[in-house]
């Protein structure tokens, strides 16, 4: 079972643009969010979090949107830039744990 | 001030042996969790330390083992290796209630099992 789905494995934008990624969840136990940024053969790299009881977190050009009656989240960089070029992850942080459910990552591409 | 360090980064294996990884998280850490990456499966959760002791686990066999040391350092232990234990292995790190300011992830130890 699934619990964290990116059901688009690749985005690509120009850079300037927007870029949207999407996490859908099942587990209404999660308390937090978080999305990591992830380059081959290196670790995932924290960028921003969100818990369960906002619907709006925002960090620089990074802003998260939680949308609890549709478990949904969506990661929006604007505005894009090459070196945001990377795998995407979206995590949910179990309740009262440190365990973090990730999603299968999704592929940005930002092309110059 | 120093991230989370692992060792080490590669490691080729052979069938039927064991492995140690080592996890040294950012001074003042107290939390300890270990992740497997594969590219079928992705991030999954192997398990979690806290002052010594494993205080969440996940799905995997008995073959996956751990500890945590007085000093926060971590290792993990994978006996009787199988070909599918090919991985990236990550560690991170974590205050207690380190949700709102991210995990810290190091940047993982590959094993390859031959």
């Known amino acids: 079972d699934q619990q964290v789905k990116q059901n688009s494995p690749s985005l690509s934008v120009q850079e300037g643009r927007i870029s949207i990624l999407n996490c859908d969840y099942t587990n209404s136990m999660f308390d937090y969010f978080l999305w990591y940024k992830k380059y081959p053969a290196e670790g995932p790299t924290f960028l921003i979090s969100?818990?369960?009881?906002?619907d709006k977190n925002e960090d620089g050009r990074f802003t998260v949107f939680l949308n609890k009656s549709a478990k949904h989240l969506s990661l929006h960089i604007v505005p894009s830039q090459p070196g945001d070029s990377a795998v995407y992850f979206c995590a949910g942080r179990q309740g009262g744990s440190e365990k973090l459910v990730f999603g299968k990552g999704t592929k940005l591409t930002v092309n110059p | 001030k120093a991230g989370v360090t692992q060792t080490p980064r590669y490691l080729i294996k052979t069938r039927g042996q064991q492995v140690t990884l080592s996890c040294s998280p950012i001074?003042?850490?107290?939390?300890v969790s270990w992740y497997q990456q594969t590219p079928g499966q992705g991030l999954q959760f192997l398990f979690e330390?806290?002052?010594?002791?494993?205080?969440n686990k996940g799905n995997f066999p008995g073959r996956f083992s751990g500890r945590q040391f007085s000093n926060s350092r971590s290792e993990m232990n994978v006996s009787t290796l199988e070909l599918g234990d090919s991985a990236l292995y990550l560690c991170?790190?974590?205050?207690?209630?380190?949700?709102?300011?991210?995990?810290?992830f190091g940047s993982g130890t590959r094993l390859t099992v031959v």
């Open positions: 969100i818990s369960s009881i906002k």
């Open positions: 001074s003042g850490h107290r939390s």
């Open positions: 991170a790190s974590s205050h207690t209630q380190g949700a709102g300011y991210g995990y810290t």
């Open positions: 330390y806290f002052s010594e002791t494993q205080r």
